[in-house]
């Protein structure tokens, strides 16, 4: 029987309404959210990306600022400009679009800014909080994943979990909010020695590998909840013989969902939920400033 497909665009469909439920009732207590996004050049992915930020934005009632820069600027060009976001009070989120320019580091220009106000939980300070199960806004794709895993109401407690991938916004994060379930968690990757011993034990399978295919039916447990966060661009013949490209993940997903239980698929997964996340951090981050506020 085949596996249950987990709708990420349903999930993050009722996620979307519950931060349209918070969203005003700030605003009826006087707290208006702005998101400001900020993007280097004009990445055609990204570009698309920030129209769909703001339309969504605008359809929640949350504030948004596109900050656009020359391709030509440098590190300490964006510096300043997350220096002015920190430093503007009705900012309540920022973000920035990637990729940046290949001559500015992305991760020293995410840790500028202000933890309270990273909406993507990717300042160490909110990475290192989640160690302590008290992030203050915690990485938006490791929540997303858990929304998923709770959505297939599979018992967490003493559940073995095996995790492909260990990035530090994504599969380190997941690790130790599964752990805090009492999960009981294995760290693998794409080059872990006999790496199929190890995903066919596991009762939840997750994979974050950033590699095409890498997991196939014969590495999975029969009935075992898979996630798959891998995007990957591949390309392929159509039936006319003309090359094209699809996204897919890192789970070759017609061969396993017919071993698994329950299963996302890619497009259609974790990412409609993780967008939606960033959309709800957004909430969180507006209220835990609010709160500190004298």
């Not at 920035?96 to 500015?104: A, R, V």
Request: glycine letters at 8%; aromatic letters at 4%; a neutral charge.
């Amino acid at each position: 029987m085949a596996a249950t497909i987990i709708d990420g665009k349903q999930v993050a469909e009722r996620i979307r309404q519950d931060v349209a439920r918070q969203v005003a009732d700030l605003a009826a207590k006087g707290l208006r959210l702005k998101l400001a996004a900020v993007l280097v050049g004009q990445p055609p992915a990204s570009m698309v990306y920030a129209r769909s930020q703001a339309k969504q934005c605008e359809a929640l009632g949350i504030d948004y600022e596109l900050v656009q820069l020359p391709v030509e600027c440098d590190a300490p060009c964006v510096a300043r400009e997350i220096e002015r976001l920190n430093q503007d009070c009705s900012v309540t989120g920022i973000m920035i679009h990637l990729p940046l320019p290949p001559w500015i580091d992305a991760h020293a220009m995410q840790y500028r800014i202000d933890p309270y106000k990273d909406i993507e939980g990717v300042n160490p300070a909110n990475i290192g909080f989640v160690f302590y199960g008290q992030p203050i806004i915690a990485p938006c794709t490791a929540l997303a994943i858990v929304e998923l895993i709770n959505e297939t109401r599979i018992k967490l407690r003493g559940a073995a979990a095996v995790i492909v991938g260990q990035g530090p916004v994504v599969g380190r994060p997941t690790g130790i909010f599964l752990i805090q379930k009492d999960a009981t968690v294995t760290a693998c990757n794409e080059f872990t020695p006999d790496l199929a011993a190890h995903t066919r034990r596991a009762d939840l399978l997750i994979v974050a590998a950033g590699k095409a295919g890498l997991i196939t039916a014969d590495m999975v447990k029969s009935g075992a909840v898979v996630i798959d966060v891998g995007i990957n661009r591949v390309k392929s013949l159509d039936e006319k013989g003309q090359e094209v490209s699809r996204t897919v993940g890192d789970v070759d997903f017609e061969s396993v969902r017919q071993v698994a239980g329950a299963i996302t698929p890619v497009p259609g997964g974790v990412g409609p939920v993780t967008v939606t996340m960033l959309l709800r951090n957004t909430v969180e981050a507006a209220r835990k400033q609010s709160s500190r506020k004298p």
